[in-house]
Each structure stands twice: as structure tokens, then as C-alpha cells.
């Protein structure tokens, strides 16, 4: 019935909703919106990892490095295993010509998780 799916609906308010259409939103190239509801996310949940990671992705792709490397290390601070993390702390140290570090967190994600794509591919 319609009232039982929406008993089980991702309420309007929840944090992990608001990621899951940030992320459509990305894949429509509308980033802006992305990260108004990306900061809306945080603002419900602010310890929420995926948000964080999202949002430090997408400071990367802005070529705001430093304030992304500020969140994937807020987030690796309390995960240290958070392997979504660790790639986007790589990535983001690669962009800035630092090889030596970005390589312990591939490092560290390939041991986590040894299949990952992006771990693979930039191993």
C-alpha cells in the first residue's frame, strides 16, 4: 500500500536522502544544487562520513584542495579506515604534487579494500 511505502521512505529531513539525490544531481552536472544539499545534509547530521566525503570531492573537482583535504582529514581523524577517505585525500594530495603522501593512503585503501577502482587505479 501506498501508506506502508511511505512509512518506509527516507524522510524529507533525513541526511543519507539528501546525499542520495546530491549524488543524482552530480551525475546531471547541476554541482551547485549538489552542494546545497550536501551542506543541508551536514547541517542535520554534521559527523555524517558520506557527507563529508562527498562534499571533499567536490571541493576537489572546484580545485578547492586545501578545504578539501581539510574534511578527508576530519573524517580520517575519526575513520581511519574510511577508504572513500583515504582516495580522496590521495587524490586531492596528488593534485597537489604531493606523490609521497597521497601513496601511503592508496597504500592503506588497496590494503582495505584491494579491488577498489580508484584504489587500483591510481596504485
Keep these: 500500500s501506498s501508506s506502508s511505502r511511505?512509512?518506509?521512505?527516507?524522510?524529507?529531513?533525513?541526511?543519507?536522502?539528501?546525499i542520495g539525490l546530491a549524488r543524482v544531481l552530480i551525475?546531471?552536472?547541476?554541482?551547485?544544487?549538489?552542494?546545497a544539499l550536501i551542506d543541508e545534509a551536514l547541517a542535520i547530521e554534521p559527523s555524517f562520513a558520506g557527507?563529508?566525503?562527498?562534499?571533499?570531492e567536490m571541493?576537489?573537482?572546484?580545485?578547492?584542495?586545501?578545504?578539501?583535504?581539510?574534511l578527508f582529514n576530519e573524517?580520517?581523524?575519526s575513520s581511519p579506515r574510511h577508504v572513500e577517505a583515504l582516495l580522496?585525500?590521495?587524490?586531492a594530495l596528488?593534485?597537489?604534487?604531493?606523490?609521497?603522501?597521497?601513496q601511503?593512503?592508496?597504500?592503506?585503501?588497496?590494503?582495505?579494500?584491494?579491488?577498489?577502482p580508484l584504489a587500483l587505479y591510481l596504485g
Design 94 to 102: 596528488v593534485d597537489l604534487s604531493r606523490d609521497a603522501e597521497a
Design 104 to 116: 601511503r593512503d592508496i597504500d592503506a585503501a588497496l590494503e582495505l579494500a584491494p579491488k577498489h
Design 27 to 35: 551525475q546531471r552536472k547541476q554541482n551547485d544544487r549538489a552542494m
Design 6 to 18: 511511505r512509512a518506509t521512505a527516507p524522510s524529507p529531513r533525513s541526511a543519507v536522502a539528501k
Design 75 to 77: 573524517v580520517l581523524r
Design 88 to 91: 580522496g585525500r590521495a587524490a
Design 51 to 56: 557527507a563529508r566525503v562527498l562534499k571533499g
Design 59 to 70: 571541493l576537489r573537482m572546484n580545485r578547492q584542495l586545501e578545504p578539501a583535504l581539510a
